[in-house]
T-cell receptor, first 114, second 110 residues
Framework: NAGVTQTPKFQVLKTGQSMTLQCAQDMNHNSMYWYRQDPGMGLRLIYY???????DKGEVPNGYNVSRLNKREFSLRLESAAPSQTSVYFCASSPLRGHAEKLFFGSGTQLSVL | DAKTTQPTSMDCAEGRAANLPCNHSTISGNEYVYWYRQIHSQGPQYIIHGLKNNETNEMASLIITEDRKSSTLILPHATLRDTAVYYCIVRGSTLGRLYFGRGTQLTVWP
């Protein structure tokens, strides 16, 4: 099993460009998440999807959109990239709803916006 | 979800036990304590979680005080590969999300 797979691993964009970060999990998990991590800071939740067909905002949703394409895939889109969106992005999934969730993380996408 | 307070950094000699504290004085009765760690440049990794009883698995032990206002993660025999940022998170039944703070940077030295 691959677990949680993120693509691409690295990306450089110019201000105003758009792109989609892809995430897929092969563990049949219900819930999926997108986090960003900036230098010296912890992870901040951007969006999450508790189950297929639902999405909700996290702490820092502005400038992003998400799509839960199916149970396996959860994509994050930047419509018009800004330098403030330079960050490392992590996708995660978890099997349970409610108590005692364990998150499984991907290896991250390092995004630079010039 | 209750907030947590952790020291910014700690260090530990290789082979010794590493004891990482976490304060969560506003924890409520249905909130679990989770520990994750993040090795440089990698995604966070789940370590352990508990509600009120002490827990142990192959990676670590979790000691939760009787009043549940604090907890300690114990790595019994720290190795250089345990050098990482350790996050203590308290979460209740709110569907969906874990909030990560800044964590504790643990450095294990030879």
């Amino acid at each position: 099993n691959a677990g949680v797979t993120q693509t691409p691993k690295f990306q450089v964009l110019k201000t105003g460009q758009s792109m989609t970060l892809q995430c897929a999990q092969d563990m049949n998990h219900n819930s999926m998440y997108w986090y960003r991590q900036d230098p010296g800071m912890g992870l901040r939740l951007i969006y999450y999807s508790a189950s297929e067909g639902t999405t909700d905002k996290g702490e820092v949703p502005n400038g992003y959109n998400v799509s839960r394409l199916n149970k396996r895939e959860f994509s994050l889109r930047l419509e018009s990239a800004a330098p403030s969106q330079t960050s490392v992005y992590f996708c995660a999934s978890s099997p349970l709803r409610g108590h005692a969730e364990k998150l499984f993380f991907g290896s991250g996408t390092q995004l630079s916006v010039l | 979800d209750a907030k947590t307070t952790q020291p910014t950094s700690m260090d530990c000699a290789e082979g010794r036990a590493a004891n990482l504290p976490c304060n969560h004085s506003t924890i409520s009765g249905n909130e679990y304590v989770y520990w994750y760690r993040q090795i440089h440049s990698q995604g966070p990794q789940y370590i352990i979680h508990g509600l009120k009883n002490n827990e142990t698995n192959e990676m670590a032990s979790l000691i939760i005080t009787e009043d549940r206002k604090s907890s300690t993660l114990i790595l019994p025999h720290a190795t250089l590969r345990d050098t990482a940022v350790y996050y203590c998170i308290v979460r209740g039944s709110t569907l969906g999300r874990l909030y990560f703070g800044r964590g504790t940077q643990l450095t294990v030295w030879p």
